[in-house]
């Protein structure tokens, strides 16, 4: 490493620039030769450029200056993807909440609609089968009634659950009123979702006996996408 002192000496030739560049280390480097010939050094990547008399060509503080804006402004970056990243999960949460019931956790109306339309606009390219399950809690009125509405929410929860568990990943279940449920069978024949509804009558039985739940029953009904073109059409039946 080149020092600047060694440079300052040899500029005593007359014949030698007042100017020159010289490595350095990581450091910054001042001599003077006098309080009316001061010599400034400092380093940028590695080159330590030198200037003699008062003129100099470029300043450390400026370079430092520089060095920290570029640091505020990668951390301001960082603060503000943290923050878009932030706000897309609350939305995320929030499209999610606007789409399920809240009692449930099953589907409502809204989110059915939207996943059915979609299913349905797949079924037709495959030209696959859509089944959907309409599904109720018997009694449902006289059970809120009797047993209050903490009872009747209990037994919704049950339900909704007993349905979740019974179908395949694929499948949807949702909440279209107080009591009614759909479950949607996308690639299924009438036969088979009438047997997946069996099996759900089956868990159904099962998991009142042992909950702590006023016992109920269900009645269910099975329609297919060939009975209405739109979401509207197979609901109504």
Known sequence: VLRVGTIFDTLD?????????????DAFHY??????????AWQVNGILPITFGRLTLMSLAFAQRSRDDLNSMKARVGEAEQEIARLQGELSETSEMVRHDQL???????????ALDRELARSQRRKTPICVALLDVDNFKSLNDTFGHEAGDRALQLFARVM?????????????????????????TVQGSIEAIERLRTGLASAVAVAAVQPFTCSSGVTHSSVGATVAEILRV
């Open 13 to 25: 030739n007359a014949d030698f620039p007042r100017r020159g560049y010289a490595f350095a280390a």
């Open 31 to 40: 001599s003077s030769r006098g309080p009316d010939d001061p010599i400034v």
């Open 104 to 114: 449930t956790g099953a589907l409502n109306r809204k989110g059915l609609e939207e």
């Open 164 to 188: 979740q568990d019974n179908v395949r990943g694929h499948d949807m279940v949702a909440r279209v009123g107080g009591e009614e449920f759909v479950v949607v069978y996308p690639d299924m």
